[in-house]
């Protein structure tokens, strides 16, 4: 099983609410991630977890803030976001890459921010 | 800094034929990964193939093959036997330290009867 999910699928916010993304994955991945990704452009690292500590923050606005409550799960808590930061957020995982395991991504959430 | 260029910004094939999407990467690095993800037009990235600086054969899975010429520094994806459900966006990937994943710009792929 390599399935990652990802909650909602689709998510629109005013720029003064509060909401969270989550994401889950049960393949014993040690490292969980955030991407953003614009149309017609490549994702775009945000954030990276490795056994539940955060160990890579490309420089991402703090009204990003991500959360790794556990093993399998990973969110990204959001508020007073900008229009700008409409875009698919996509959540993978990854066994680690001195085997050379790829990440597993989930379906992403598209948001919307109005 | 470790780059990849995709130079080809869309493709068509023809059902039944292969094709071969083109990648090349820049690093100075000995022990590298190199990757290849389709996304439909759903959004999920669906991971495809990997080839390991130190492979020396091909890495292949079912109708994809991962055209390795290390000293060019190209990985190339080569997709046999096209079917209308591979028309999507393809990105090549390239790994960076323990856990970033550099992308491509992408190919996008339409496959026609």
């Known amino acids: 099983d390599t399935e990652v999910t990802q909650t909602p699928k689709h998510l629109v916010m005013g720029m003064t609410n509060k909401k969270s993304l989550k994401c889950e994955q049960h393949m014993g991945h040690r490292a969980m991630y955030w991407y953003k990704q614009k149309a017609k452009k490549p994702p775009e690292l945000m954030f990276v977890?490795?056994?539940?500590?955060?160990?890579i923050n490309e420089s991402v606005p703090s009204r990003f803030s991500p959360e790794c409550p556990n093993s399998s799960l990973l969110n990204l808590h959001l508020h007073a976001l900008q229009p700008e930061d409409s875009a698919l957020y996509l959540c993978a995982s990854s066994q680690g890459w001195q085997t050379g395991h790829e990440q597993y991504f989930g379906p992403g959430t598209r948001l919307t921010v109005t | 800094a470790q780059k990849i260029t995709q130079t080809q910004p869309g493709m068509f094939v023809q059902e039944k034929e292969a094709v071969t999407l083109d990648c090349t990467y820049d690093?100075?690095?000995?022990?590298?990964?190199l990757f290849w993800y389709k996304q439909p037009s759903s959004g999920e990235m669906i991971f495809l193939i990997y080839?390991?600086?130190?492979?020396?054969q091909n890495a292949t899975e079912g109708r994809y093959s991962l055209n390795f010429q290390k000293a060019r520094k190209s990985a190339n994806l080569v997709i046999s036997a096209s079917q209308l459900g591979d028309s999507a966006m393809y990105f090549c990937?390239?790994?960076?330290?323990?856990?970033?994943?550099?992308f491509g710009t992408g190919t996008r792929l339409q496959v026609f009867p």
């Open positions: 690093t100075s690095d000995q022990s590298y990964g």
């Open positions: 990937a390239m790994r960076e330290g323990d856990d970033k994943l550099i």
């Open positions: 080839q390991g600086s130190y492979d020396e």
């Open positions: 977890y490795s056994y539940e500590k955060l160990s």
